[in-house]
C-alpha cells in the first residue's frame, strides 16, 4: 500500500507522528508536513518527507498511484482549501488529485467546536466521498490515558484505511 500523510495545523500535530510510527512497515509512507506543524522526523525505511511548499513532488501528480491519503491533523484553513478546490502547496494539491482520481481521502479535523462555515465544508466534501473522521475518543474502549485514548484514534483510522491492528479493545 502506498499512504500519503500531511500533518497541518500545530494542534494535534503529535498525533499525526504517531500515526505514522504505528503504521506497519510494509506500508510506503509519503509525508508532507506544513511549515505551521513544526515537527521534524528522522528518515525511516519507507517513508519519503515532503516540503509543502514543493508541488512538483510526485504525490501531486494524478499518474502516481497512491492508494490513499490522510490529513492528521487537517486545519480548517486546510479543509477550507480543500473544499474550495484550492490547490496553493502540496497538500492541498495531493488532496485535489485524491479527489479527482476518486481515491481515499480521510480529513481528521482538529476545531472545536466546529463552525458553521467549517461543517458547510465538511458536508460538501463528504457529498464528494471525502471521509471526515475528527479525532473523537470511544470510551467502550476503557482508555486508561492519553496514549491508551490515541492508540484508539489510530486505530478507527487504520479501520477506515483497511490496515490490520489490534489497537484498542473492540465493542463486544
Not at 508541488?55 to 492528521?72: Q, Y
Not at 474502549?141 to 484498542?168: A, Q, R, T, V, Y
Request: with cysteine; net charge neutral; glycine share 4%.
Amino acid at each position: 500500500m502506498r499512504l500519503i500523510v500531511a500533518i497541518t495545523g500545530a494542534s494535534g500535530a503529535g498525533l499525526g507522528k504517531r500515526f505514522i510510527e504505528k503504521l506497519p512497515k510494509d506500508i510506503e509512507v509519503y509525508v508532507v508536513v506544513s511549515e505551521n506543524a513544526k515537527i521534524v522526523f528522522e528518515k525511516e525505511e519507507n517513508i519519503t518527507i515532503f516540503d509543502d511548499s514543493n508541488i512538483a513532488a510526485s504525490i501531486a501528480s494524478g499518474s502516481f498511484k497512491s492508494d490513499a491519503m490522510i490529513i492528521l491533523p487537517c486545519s480548517m484553513n486546510t479543509l477550507a482549501k480543500i473544499s474550495c478546490g484550492i490547490s496553493d502547496n502540496l497538500t492541498t494539491r495531493a488532496a485535489s488529485v485524491m479527489i479527482k482520481e476518486q481515491r481515499k481521502l480521510i480529513l481528521a479535523p482538529r476545531e472545536l467546536p466546529f463552525s458553521s462555515i467549517a461543517l458547510e465544508n465538511m458536508l460538501k466534501l463528504s457529498q464528494l466521498q471525502v471521509i471526515i473522521a475528527p479525532p473523537v475518543i470511544g470510551y467502550y474502549s476503557d482508555p486508561k490515558n492519553l496514549e491508551e485514548m490515541e492508540d484508539f484514534l489510530i486505530g478507527k483510522w487504520f479501520d477506515l484505511l483497511k490496515i490490520e491492528h489490534n489497537l484498542f479493545k473492540r465493542w463486544n
